[in-house]
């Protein structure tokens, strides 16, 4: 076999091993459980999960949010649930469906410093396919406070871009903390939420079943 040839084998085998082997790792560390920790209090309040199929959100009723998560959120007075996302800004505007998604766009997001956002989604009522997930007050308390610290502040308030939105008045985009990387994605954004919030989570995850999967019935 030509030398060329078997050098161009061997490098095309090189690449097609590094996203085997993060497929690997990945799901190794999605099953690997970390145990909820409480206070010994009762679970009083109920939060949700949710995924389109690709991005998990976390779902907070609107009397559950603390004052200043709230505090700079676009809003009707008929909103009732917010369901928070964190993700990079090049995917989240530009690919709103599988279709829409591109090589360039998913490469940029996995290895080069980026931009993030937050996507903030309001409803009237739940969903039923909604997790629902019941929590102590003080996993609510560290909830909040994960989510919070993800929106990035200008001057003391959130920033809402004026960007396209997924719909005509139901969901927003603010400025996020972070960059995304191909170990730090918008589903591990929820999952670190649950391990922050001494919730029952994976060691580490990049998929949306990954975060969800503890706390499905």
């Given amino acids: 076999m030509n030398k060329w040839l078997k050098f161009g084998l061997k490098t095309v085998g090189f690449f097609l091993l590094i996203p085997l082997a993060y497929l690997l790792v990945s799901l190794v560390l999605t099953y690997i459980p970390i145990s909820e920790k409480t206070d010994g209090t009762a679970k009083t309040q109920t939060v949700y999960l949710h995924s389109n199929g690709l991005h998990a959100d976390i779902v907070l009723p609107k009397e559950l949010i603390t004052p200043k998560l709230l505090t700079g959120l676009y809003m009707q007075s008929y909103d009732r649930y917010f369901a928070f996302g964190w993700g990079e800004e090049s995917f989240f505007l530009g690919t709103h469906a599988l279709t829409d998604l591109k090589f360039s766009t998913l490469f940029?997001?996995?290895?080069?410093?980026?931009?993030?956002?937050?996507?903030?989604?309001?409803?009237?009522?739940?969903?039923?396919?909604?997790?629902?997930?019941?929590i102590t007050k003080t996993q609510l308390l560290k909830l909040n406070s994960y989510i919070l610290r993800s929106?990035?502040?200008?001057?003391?308030?959130?920033?809402?871009?004026?960007?396209?939105?997924?719909?005509?008045?139901?969901?927003?985009?603010?400025?996020?903390?972070?960059?995304?990387?191909?170990?730090r994605t918008c589903n591990s954004w929820v999952n670190t939420a649950l391990k922050e919030s001494d919730m029952k989570a994976s060691l580490w995850t990049p998929f949306d079943f990954g975060a969800l999967h503890r706390h499905a019935n």
């Fill in 108 to 134: 940029r997001a996995a290895f080069l410093d980026s931009n993030t956002l937050i996507h903030l989604t309001r409803y009237k009522a739940s969903k039923v396919d909604w997790i629902a997930v019941p």
């Fill in 151 to 183: 929106f990035a502040l200008d001057q003391g308030k959130k920033r809402r871009l004026n960007v396209s939105r997924y719909t005509l008045d139901r969901d927003d985009f603010y400025s996020a903390e972070g960059n995304y990387m191909f170990y």
